[in-house]
Structure formats: structure tokens, C-alpha cells
């Protein structure tokens, strides 16, 4: 059971704007940095955002993060078929000493 | 450019012990942390354990703690994790990642599968 919680599912047609919810606690996202990662099939994870609201390097702006008290949110405007992917945010949480994962969010663009 | 090339993984039985190696280039190893995380057949991503740097920090998840030991060779730009007392439930990909900032860099996984 991930303590990050996020939405099994969502989809959206080209060009749309979607956003992906990320919900924890207060030793976690309330208190730390969220990163999210793409996963397409069959490859390994890829950062997006780090920081909560950083872009990492060559990620297109129409991906965005935020943050606000214990939930995080991956926003992509403008949806392109390949943005179809599974999505994940994760936080280090100062009670576990651990890095929780979301459950994960399954994107599919109609 | 930064690479984390994942090995030793296999076919295993139940209760017995497997070593990964994860070998780092293109940076200064010494200066990052890194993470192990797996993703079980057909699952979502689960965080393993971190060594720090300097080596003087090391936390685990609660499913590998006690059994997974995190150790790392800055000589050789290696970070290990030895699995031992493995389970059917730890097979998985396993995946090395450098940690500067948040997670950035992944290798591309090696696969343990513990089946009798």
C-alpha cells in the first residue's frame, strides 16, 4: 500500500490539459521536495520534476509541478499521444527514513 | 555521460542470497548518493534502500530491512546491494539511481526472480 497517493488512471485527448494529483502527510510531501517520473513500457523511469516545481534538463515546459501543504500535482498542458505513460511522484518521508512512490497514474490520450 | 549499468541479477531459489552491482561513469560517484529501487512484474515503482555518500547513512524499506545490505566501493565507482534470505515477493527489476537532485539518472535494471 503506497502512502503517496495518486489516481490509478487518467486520460485526456491531444492538446487537453491534465493533471495529476499526489497526496501525503505532513513528514512527507508537507515537509519534503516531490519528484515525478514518466514511465513508458518496458524502460526505466524518467525525471520530470524535481524540487516539487523543478523541470530536469530537456524536459519540455508544458510539463509543470507543484506543491501546496501535503499534496503535490504534475500538470501537462497540450497532450501529445507520447506523453501516454505511466507517472509517478515520490517524496522522502522524515518519519520512515524511507522514499515513498506513488501508486502510480496510467495516462492514455484518446 | 552519466551511465548506471545494473548486474548480477538471475533466477534464484527461495532462502538464498544474490549480490547486484551497480557500476557509475560520467560523474564523480563519490559525490552522490545512490538508491536502489524495484518494480515488481507488472507493479508500480518500490523504493529499496540508500547509502549516503560518505557512507555513514543507510536506510532500507521495511520489506528488505534485515535482509538487504547496501554497501558501495568509491574506488571502484560501484555501488553493491547484496540480497540475502531472498523471497518470491523481491522478484522484481531492480534498478540503481543517482540521487543529486531527486532521483536523475537510472540504470536500466537487471531482473531477480526468486521461484523454486
Known amino acids: 500500500q503506497s502512502v503517496l497517493t495518486q489516481p490509478p488512471s487518467r486520460s485526456g485527448t491531444p492538446g487537453q490539459r491534465v493533471i495529476i494529483s499526489c497526496s501525503g502527510s505532513t513528514s512527507n510531501i508537507g515537509s519534503q521536495n516531490v519528484n515525478w517520473y514518466q514511465q513508458l513500457p518496458g524502460t526505466a523511469p524518467k525525471p520530470l520534476i524535481y524540487?516539487?516545481?523543478q523541470r530536469q534538463s530537456g524536459v519540455p515546459a508544458r510539463f509543470s509541478g507543484s506543491k501546496s501543504g501535503t499534496s503535490a500535482s504534475l500538470a501537462i498542458i497540450g497532450l501529445q499521444s507520447e506523453d501516454e505513460a505511466d507517472y509517478y511522484c515520490a517524496a522522502w518521508d522524515d518519519s520512515l527514513k524511507a522514499v515513498l512512490f506513488g501508486g502510480g497514474t496510467r495516462l492514455t490520450v484518446l | 555521460q552519466v551511465r548506471l549499468v545494473e548486474s548480477g541479477g538471475g533466477a534464484v531459489q527461495p532462502g538464498t542470497s544474490l549480490r547486484l552491482s551497480c557500476v557509475a561513469s560520467g560523474f564523480t560517484f563519490a559525490s552522490y548518493p545512490i538508491h536502489w529501487v524495484r518494480q515488481a512484474p507488472g507493479k508500480g515503482l518500490e523504493w529499496v534502500a540508500v547509502?549516503?555518500?560518505?557512507?555513514?547513512?543507510?536506510h532500507y524499506a521495511d520489506s528488505v530491512r534485515g535482509r538487504f545490505t547496501i554497501s558501495r566501493d568509491n574506488f571502484k565507482n560501484t555501488e553493491y546491494l547484496q540480497m540475502n534470505i531472498v523471497r518470491p515477493e523481491d522478484t522484481a527489476v531492480y534498478y540503481c539511481?543517482?540521487?543529486?537532485?531527486?532521483?536523475?539518472?537510472w540504470g536500466q535494471g537487471t531482473l531477480v526472480t526468486v521461484s523454486s
Open positions: 539511481a543517482r540521487d543529486g537532485p531527486g532521483i536523475d539518472y
Open positions: 524540487h516539487s516545481d
Open positions: 547509502k549516503s555518500k560518505d557512507g555513514s547513512n543507510m
